[in-house]
């Protein structure tokens, strides 16, 4: 489903993606970790091209997303991105965010889209609270209304963002449920996360990151139990302490 070869990325002098290479296959939940700076959310954030690369190429579901020349608008439609602070439209209804962008981008027909965002709303346990306001609710219920909105577009593959990094400790376990909800229902998926019990529990394979690398990349069992690069054995060593 997504395809990174040889990706590179720069900011000045500064080299944040270094020569990248790796796969997701459909159905997989890939978990992306290491150190803050490492360049996870860099990484995350080209595959749907809000970061545009320097070089190399990605492929999504058999598309060049940096191809000269290709529709962004229609290429992010396919690809569901849940940021870390949410991103909610503040002046719409938890019911309007979900339903502005399959109207607008998609021509699904408004009935169509209110009734496949409920059935969204219901599965995120939000249903009660379509009338609301994003002022109106809590970190958690805004972020579980972000994932929802990206999946009323249908998308084959979902992309997070530090979901959690935001939210009070007592509102990540209500997240972290819908995205087991949805990797149990097969979802395409690339989180980039510091939930470690998430990535050991969901996850099929974890990709650990620094310095602009993919230094390790590992089924949970074997990453947690026998990381193999010393970079990877410290930043666990530093979580487990914390």
């Given at each position: 489903m997504i395809v990174l070869d040889k990706v590179n990325k720069w900011y000045g002098d500064y080299h944040a993606l270094v020569d990248v290479s790796e796969r997701v296959h459909k159905n997989e939940v890939v978990v992306v970790c290491g150190p803050s700076g490492s360049g996870k959310s860099t990484l995350i954030r080209t595959i749907n091209r809000l970061e545009e690369i320097d070089g190399g190429?990605?492929?999504?579901?058999?598309?060049?997303?940096?191809?000269k020349g290709a529709d962004v608008n229609l290429l992010r439609a396919g690809i569901g991105f849940v940021f870390q602070h949410f991103n909610l439209f503040p002046h719409l209804s938890v019911l309007e965010n979900c339903t502005l962008?399959?109207?607008?981008?998609?021509?699904?027909t408004l009935p169509d889209a209110r009734a496949h965002a409920m059935a969204l709303?219901?599965?995120?346990?939000?249903a009660h609270k379509r009338d609301a306001y994003p002022n109106e609710l809590s970190g958690g219920q805004q972020q579980r209304v972000a994932i929802a909105r990206a999946l009323a577009m249908r998308p084959p593959?979902?992309?997070?963002?530090?979901?959690?990094?935001?939210?009070?400790?007592?509102?990540?376990?209500?997240?972290?449920?819908?995205?087991?909800?949805l990797a149990q229902q097969g979802m395409t998926m690339v989180c980039v996360t510091h939930e470690m019990g998430f990535a050991r529990e969901v996850s099929d394979r974890v990709w650990f990151m620094s310095e602009g690398k993919i230094l390790?990349?590992?089924?949970?069992?074997?990453?947690?139990?026998?990381?193999?690069?010393?970079?990877?054995?410290?930043?666990?060593?530093?979580?487990?302490?914390?």
């Open positions: 190429r990605i492929e999504v579901d058999g598309r060049d997303i940096h191809a962008a399959p109207v607008q981008l998609k021509r699904a709303l219901e599965q995120v346990g939000l593959i979902m992309l997070f963002d530090e979901p959690t990094s935001a939210l009070d400790p007592e509102m990540v376990g209500e997240v972290l449920q819908v995205m087991r909800s390790e990349q590992a089924s949970p069992q074997e990453f947690f139990n026998h990381p193999q690069h010393p970079r990877a054995r410290q930043f666990l060593a530093d979580r487990s302490r914390n």
